[in-house]
């Protein structure tokens, strides 16, 4: 791996690095963008998603000599100084090290279901449209071993550059996939074997109580409004059993309370 | 309660909202500033802080009359336009109900303590300086009843203005108090028969292995560099056990899990 220079912020080999908070808005043609050390090195090792390029502050270069040796030989690594670097990315880059990756042909949700395992844990979004709690969820799903991640279509992009950062990476772990019509989604999963359930206050089963089965479908709504009725009548409700005067949980701490709970290991 | 018309941004009697996110680096003199109609409801219906003022868009006052009812019938509740609003607090103010508290003088952690019933789960927190973790703990410790919140010199303010938005209003409910030295703290807990609860990666029970106790404590440390083995050497180590290859949660995700493990009803 030599690296390259870069002087010129307008160099147009760091081109798709130009003004990133900007394009985070508009897209940017089939790439993400993974910020940080312990991100760039599951890019590299998770090896879901390749690996465009990386840019990296110039002091920063040395420390990550052991995560760049997992990078394809050919992988142009640019540095920059830190001037340049934030003439680049169009803001203060404290972290100093990017990373372009591909987002590639997505994959169906049927395929993705086809290729889990017998004994599988998915988790399913409904309307999460918050990046925070997009990579909240994403980081509670890979500490707690789901298999995969699937979601509606009015949720956020898990590989929104902030949505990676605060998963720690796993929206690079993690397989996911989108689904358009719930109904046909639901009865998906249920030709599959998997038993469904969804978090919601309504729900009738403390989650203390339920049980982990075979191949367990979660499903998590938004906070303000959950999960839709016809969709809550079709799965098993659980619900979390909270404080009489104070009844309000954030998204990703109730994925983190479900998740932890499915993840004991059979006594 | 007979609202007043605000049309000069530069008036005295709106001086402490000038420019909002400037004092919120800058500190406000003993006040903190509540965001949002379930954060004010609570505001003024904990009763935990003195109300100053409220400042409301115009187009908001009609449905927040049944909150003002519980403000004290002196409270001054400014009102304004969008524009002289945004003027006012120095962005764009989209939610359009803001409220001045009084911090009042704080409690000692002793007294704190001292005030807390037979059983009590107190949540102690070292070295949290993320507001967004720190709001998130503050509604997680609401959510599960938790009956204090007790914070060391390097953990950052619960009062400052995001930590009290993403508590959704906990910081306002649960009472908490700042202690300066962790080892004499750690004894005046003993002293109270509490037991000493802290989570850590390292701990040597899984918390699906530990009881509640009549009074207990749980400290929780920041994600990088967690509880100082000093600390942990005098307390209960408990872990969150997570994936093999992705052992990464957020604090305020563990004190979800942690919070929701403990206020278990005796069966």
């Given at each position: 791996?030599?690296?390259i220079?870069?002087?010129?912020?307008?160099?147009?080999?760091?081109?798709?690095?130009?003004?990133?908070?900007?394009?985070?808005?508009?897209?940017?043609?089939?790439?993400?963008?993974?910020?940080?050390?312990?991100?760039?090195?599951?890019?590299?090792?998770?090896?879901?998603?390749?690996?465009?390029?990386?840019?990296?502050?110039?002091?920063?270069?040395?420390?990550?000599?052991?995560i760049?040796?997992?990078a394809?030989?050919?992988?142009?690594?640019?540095?920059?100084?830190?001037?340049?670097?934030?003439?680049?990315?169009?803001?203060?880059?404290?972290?100093?090290?990017?990373?372009?990756?591909?987002?590639?042909?997505?994959?169906?949700a049927?395929?993705?279901?086809?290729?889990?395992p017998?004994?599988?844990?998915?988790?399913?979004l409904?309307?999460?449209?918050?990046?925070?709690?997009?990579?909240?969820?994403?980081?509670?799903?890979?500490?707690?071993?789901?298999?995969?991640?699937?979601?509606?279509?009015?949720c956020?992009?898990?590989l929104?550059?902030?949505?990676?950062?605060?998963?720690?990476?796993?929206?690079?772990?993690i397989?996911?996939?989108?689904?358009?019509?719930?109904?046909?989604?639901?009865?998906?999963?249920?030709?599959?074997?998997?038993?469904?359930?969804?978090?919601?206050?309504?729900g009738?089963?403390?989650i203390r109580?339920?049980?982990?089965?075979e191949?367990?479908?979660?499903y998590?709504?938004t906070?303000?409004?959950?999960?839709?009725?016809?969709?809550?009548?079709?799965l098993?409700?659980?619900?979390?059993?909270?404080?009489?005067?104070?009844?309000?949980?954030?998204?990703?701490?109730?994925?983190?309370?479900?998740?932890?709970?499915?993840?004991?290991?059979?006594?």
């Amino acid at each position: 791996m030599d690296p390259i220079r870069i002087d010129d912020p307008q160099d147009p080999r760091v081109a798709a690095y130009l003004d990133i908070r900007e394009r985070d808005l508009a897209g940017r043609q089939g790439r993400f963008v993974a910020e940080g050390k312990v991100v760039l090195d599951l890019l590299l090792s998770a090896g879901r998603f390749a690996a465009e390029s990386a840019l990296v502050l110039e002091n920063r270069l040395a420390g990550l000599e052991e995560i760049l040796r997992k990078a394809p030989a050919d992988l142009p690594v640019y540095v920059a100084t830190s001037a340049v670097m934030d003439a680049i990315a169009g803001f203060h880059m404290h972290r100093g090290i990017l990373a372009m990756g591909r987002k590639g042909a997505p994959q169906s949700a049927e395929a993705l279901l086809d290729a889990l395992p017998a004994q599988a844990l998915v988790v399913v979004l409904v309307g999460i449209a918050n990046h925070d709690n997009m990579g909240s969820i994403f980081r509670n799903a890979a500490a707690f071993g789901a298999d995969a991640v699937l979601l509606d279509v009015t949720c956020c992009d898990p590989l929104y550059r902030k949505a990676i950062r605060v998963s720690v990476g796993a929206a690079l772990k993690i397989p996911f996939a989108s689904f358009a019509d719930t109904a046909g989604f639901t009865a998906m999963l249920a030709r599959r074997g998997f038993e469904q359930f969804a978090l919601s206050p309504r729900g009738r089963t403390d989650i203390r109580d339920a049980q982990r089965s075979e191949r367990m479908a979660l499903y998590l709504g938004t906070e303000g409004e959950g999960l839709p009725d016809s969709l809550l009548a079709r799965l098993h409700g659980m619900r979390i059993t909270m404080s009489e005067g104070f009844d309000s949980l954030n998204v990703a701490a109730a994925s983190a309370i479900a998740l932890h709970h499915f993840s004991a290991k059979e006594s």
